[in-house]
């Protein structure tokens, strides 16, 4: 492949460089081929392929704020914050002494139990 070189400008007016993005869908009928160009349509407005007459409308291509990883990582910090801040609470409400007993009794019920054997 090539490398792309500056051409070089021969009069005194400045190049004009524009940027079109053309928006593009395939037909939502599935036995149609056709491509709807949708780059100057307004979102919701219907519209008509040109191949085979199927009547449809413009939906929204927007990511919606559940979809966008901001939000999923924004989620996942609090959720670790609303845990962190539950543990706390608890271990406030329980006091420092009843913490200890609670987390010491599954420990101690463990020790209790016949260990498990095969038939």
């Known amino acids: 492949m090539a490398i792309p ?3 070089d400008q021969v009069d005194s007016d400045p190049i004009n460089v524009q940027e079109k993005h053309i928006k593009q869908v395939d037909c939502p009928n599935t036995d149609c081929e056709g491509v709807l160009d949708i780059t100057n349509v307004n979102i919701g407005t219907k519209i008509k392929c040109k191949d085979c007459g199927n009547i449809t409308w413009l939906p929204d291509y927007t990511k919606k704020w559940w979809e ?3 939000s999923i990582l924004a989620g996942l910090l609090l959720s670790f ?5 539950s543990s706390l ?3 406030w409400l329980l006091g420092p002494d009843e913490a200890e007993q609670s987390a010491a009794l599954p420990a101690q019920e463990q020790q209790s139990q016949p260990p498990l054997t095969r038939p």
């Open 68 to 70: 966008k990883p901001g």
């Open 89 to 91: 609470t608890a271990s």
């Open 5 to 7: 070189s500056v051409p």
């Open 81 to 85: 914050i609303v845990g962190v801040l």
